[in-house]
């Protein structure tokens, strides 16, 4: 069965410094993955996707996210975090069946 | 590019009418678009995945006759809410993708409609 893991429902961190959002995943196929961004009643942003060829792929808003197969990790990160980062991030699966399986989200607090 | 919108963005009915919301891509032909329904603080639930010109399929629990849901175009997509309760008070999201059901492609979601059931 594919699933999604998010290691933390919350992340604080001060900003200026670095953001590590962690995602793992389980998936039967070669899976796309992607992470989203919500803002307070908004819906979701891409911020990035990894379809099978890089494995460190780049986003928007200096996000970047590596895939490790062997550890079956989609981990999000950035250098240094803004307040407007503040939001709630999904990792998301897609197996193969575009349908997406979202992870419960990770709620990034940013402290000045 | 890869924009959706949808309307309304916020709506308020009374319980037993029914509301609809839209849900467009704006700058693309959307093969495919799916409705999500989001409770507070917690994660996208796929209510149904529907393709222009057929009839949606919706996911396990989810009552086809409650939340119908039309794929006119290729840029349109609506979902009613019929005899709207207020436990059908929730956010919900539309998305909007090129790609077929069954293949894989990028989901582009629109803003999001916040439904209050009084």
């Known amino acids: 069965a594919q699933s999604v893991t998010q290691l933390d429902s919350h992340v604080s961190v001060s900003e200026g410094t670095p953001v590590l959002l962690r995602c793992n995943y389980s998936?039967?196929?070669?899976?796309?993955l992607f992470w989203y961004v919500q803002h307070p009643n908004k819906g979701l942003q891409l911020l990035l996707k990894?379809?099978?060829?890089?494995?460190l792929v780049k986003g928007i808003n200096g996000f970047e996210a590596e895939f490790k197969k062997s550890e079956t990790s989609f981990h999000l990160t950035k250098p240094s975090a803004h307040m407007s980062d503040a939001a709630e991030y999904f990792c998301?699966?897609?197996?193969?069946?575009?349908?997406?399986?979202f992870g419960t989200g990770t709620r990034l607090k940013v402290l000045a | 590019g890869a924009v959706v919108s949808q309307h309304p963005s916020r709506v308020i009915c009374k319980s037993g009418t029914s509301v609809k919301i839209e849900c467009r891509s704006l700058?693309?032909?959307?093969?495919?678009m799916f409705w999500y329904r989001q409770f507070p603080k917690k994660s996208l639930m796929l209510m149904a995945t529907?393709?222009?010109?057929?009839?949606?399929?919706?996911e396990q629990g989810v009552e086809k006759d409650k939340f119908l849901i039309n794929h006119a175009s290729l840029t349109l997509s609506t979902l009613t809410v019929t005899s709207a309760h207020p436990e059908d008070s929730s956010f919900y999201i539309c998305?909007?993708?090129?790609?077929?059901?069954?293949?894989?492609?990028?989901?582009?979601f629109g803003p999001g409609t916040r439904l209050t059931v009084l």
């Open positions: 529907s393709n222009e010109g057929s009839k949606a399929t919706y």
């Open positions: 998301v699966v897609d197996p193969g069946t575009y349908k997406y399986i």
């Open positions: 700058d693309f032909q959307a093969t495919t």
């Open positions: 990894y379809t099978s060829a890089a494995t």
């Open positions: 998936s039967s196929y070669s899976p796309s």
């Open positions: 998305s909007a993708g090129k790609g077929l059901a069954g293949g894989t492609d990028t989901q582009y």
